[in-house]
């Protein structure tokens, strides 16, 4: 395999997910592919005659290919855009590395937030407390990477599977392979639970317990039960008196805090008991019969919509998913239902080679961070609260975009270190992070594809509940504005979910309102009329585009980087001079050049039979 073709599947989307290369109706033979031919963008395509059909059952699609473009990689027009791109790229990291260095007047005032790196002649930026926790537990982490499987492969070889622990309800209608799979689901159960007590041990300490509590109690109880242990019993001299909790607590293990990332498994919480609920409600007889689907291989859609059995929604099971150790600090999130299901079948996508060259890009990723903290020193430079003045427009701006790329960054390592570990362990949860956050372009796609297990947990739990994009008498301009409001609800719970802070409200508020744009911009400019005019349709959405991706960065950067009044600012930086505004200008155009490359890269993808949202 020569390096230009391994590069190419490390890179595919069918190494990141197998359900961005095949449909979410569509299950997997036992490679992982889609049942008819797999089009894998790492390789080449099959032949033109087969290929139209292929497309339209993988991926919905009845034109085929016939809404595709011809390539526009060695055309003239994209010739202009490389040379934009090889000068663009690294003044953008030289701007940012030359406010980086030593020499620069504001160093001082932000060089206590730096610490020793491991690169000669650098320190390093781990002034993020979130990405900090991170990284300085690396070590111990990988270790549990490899303590953990091992344990349950030893656990397996001490505890065969064994038919005879099933539950006896209806045993004698089951197959043999439904009765492995129960037994598997028994086994797997069995050692989740066991390995999630000592895992929150390790993590909370005392404060174990109530997690534990939490799960096992009403309100009522757990409010006797934890309030005393963590208010004051009393004054002494002024200071509040210790009661037992506060004793307790002071064993508080590696993550004492464990409110703190609570959200998450309030997550799953939910996701129980709303499964549990829908699952009462559905008419009588097995989905699985009805449809004569083979439960060991049911598609991506069908797991998570396909009640689990009426016994499977026990206590044990409740506690073994909410605790699932790979996944319960950070996710993806996966329902109870999906869960469930892969618990008694592993998914047929799960493959060394495939899983290997995950792990393999999470390793890159990480390796990316490094260097990035290494030398350019964007986090720790904006908690110093600079005199944003002493910057050159680009500077400023290059501040900001890198700050960006740090917070996507720190969120998907730790999201794909603990994919990688369920997928070792024979789960595969969604993945989160779809594109780099540098190939986004549109507000509605970059919100689908970012924290993806979470939206899809939205979308199920919320937003299709709500309504929707509307409902029976609801379509065209009323289902439009429906959809503004209930996307309205989700992201203020999206933002009060994350943390109560004002900030997070107006980042939710800003979202949705920089959504409008996009959704009326639709409206004016339908892709229907402009088929006779494809390239000036091209260019009026690489204008909106522009407009897309300034309103982003400016979102993002109130909710997680610099707030209100550090992206005033910034603002006030780059556009309070002519030299300002001349520079606006001028990356608006780069933009607009990014955006072109980015369509091109959406329009490659659908010839290679990759129908996304995101």
């Not at 919480?269 to 409600?281: A, M, R, T, V």
Request: hydrophobic share 45%; glycine share 8%.
């Amino acid at each position: 395999m020569t390096i230009l073709v391994y590069a190419k599947r490390l890179f595919s989307l069918d190494t990141l997910d197998t359900r961005f290369t095949k449909s979410s109706w569509a299950p997997s033979t036992a490679d992982g592919s889609a049942p008819l031919a797999r089009i894998d963008p790492a390789k080449p395509l099959p032949g033109l005659d087969n290929q139209d059909a292929t497309l339209r059952n993988r991926r919905g699609n009845s034109n085929g290919l016939q809404d595709t473009q011809p390539s526009q990689w060695v055309t003239t027009e994209f010739f202009s855009y490389y040379l934009v791109l090889i000068v663009a790229i690294p003044l953008m990291f030289k701007s940012a590395y030359d406010v980086s260095i030593p020499s620069n007047t504001n160093y001082p005032k932000y060089e206590h937030l730096l610490s020793p790196g491991w690169i000669p002649g650098r320190k390093v930026d781990n002034s993020d407390q979130q990405y900090s926790g991170f990284r300085d537990n690396i070590p111990y982490m990988f270790l549990l990477l490899i303590f953990h499987p091992l344990l349950r492969r030893l656990y397996e070889a001490l505890r065969p599977i064994n038919t005879q622990t099933v539950p006896e309800l209806h045993k004698e209608t089951r197959s043999a392979q439904v009765r492995r799979a129960d037994a598997r689901l028994d086994q797997r159960v069995r050692f989740d639970i066991g390995f999630a007590c000592l895992y929150l041990l390790g993590l909370h300490g005392t404060s174990a317990f109530k997690v534990f509590a939490i799960l096992g109690y009403p309100y009522a109880a757990i409010a006797r039960l934890v309030l005393p242990w963590t208010s004051a019993s009393g004054v002494s001299d002024g200071n509040p008196a210790q009661n037992w909790g506060s004793h307790l607590d002071s064993y508080g293990g590696l993550l004492p805090r464990w409110e703190i990332l609570f959200n998450i498994t309030v997550l799953r919480l939910i996701s129980f008991n709303l499964d549990y609920c829908w699952g009462l409600n559905r008419a009588g007889g097995s989905p699985l019969e009805k449809k004569q689907l083979d439960p060991s291989d049911l598609s991506d859609r069908d797991r998570v919509d396909i009640p689990a059995k009426s016994e499977d929604y026990s206590f044990r099971n409740y506690f073994a998913y909410v605790l699932y150790s790979p996944l319960y600090l950070t996710g993806p999130i996966l329902t109870f239902n999906e869960y469930i299901s892969q618990l008694r079948y592993q998914p047929k996508s799960i493959s060394r080679d495939r899983t290997t060259l995950y792990g393999i890009r999470f390793l890159i990723s990480l390796l990316t961070m490094e260097v990035m903290v290494h030398f350019i020193y964007a986090v720790a430079i904006s908690k110093s609260q600079p005199a944003w003045e002493v910057y050159t427009p680009f500077q400023l701006s290059m501040l900001g975009y890198f700050n960006l790329h740090h917070i996507w960054l720190k969120l998907l390592l730790p999201w794909r270190f603990f994919r990688f570990w369920a997928l070792l362990d024979g789960i595969d949860p969604p993945e989160n992070m779809v594109r780099c956050m540098s190939d986004n372009y549109s507000t509605l796609a970059f919100w689908r594809g970012w924290h993806r297990s979470f939206n899809r947990w939205i979308v199920r739990y919320i937003y299709i509940p709500l309504g929707g994009s509307g409902g029976p008498g609801t379509h065209g301009q009323w289902g439009k504005a429906r959809a503004v409001v209930n996307m309205l609800v989700v992201f203020t719970f999206v933002a009060l979910w994350h943390d109560i802070q004002l900030k997070l409200l107006v980042w939710g508020w800003l979202i949705t309102f920089f959504v409008l744009p996009e959704v009326l911009a639709g409206y004016a400019f339908p892709k229907r009329k402009w088929q006779n005019h494809k390239d000036a349709y091209r260019v009026i959405c690489g204008i909106g585009a522009v407009g897309n991706i300034l309103m982003m960065m400016a979102a993002n950067l109130v909710g997680f980087a610099v707030g209100l009044d550090g992206l005033k600012g910034l603002v006030q930086g780059i556009v309070g001079s002519y030299s300002g505004l001349v520079f606006l200008v001028t990356a608006c155009g780069a933009l607009f050049v990014g955006a072109q490359v980015m369509f091109e890269l959406r329009e490659h993808e659908l010839r290679h039979g990759i129908k996304l949202k995101y």
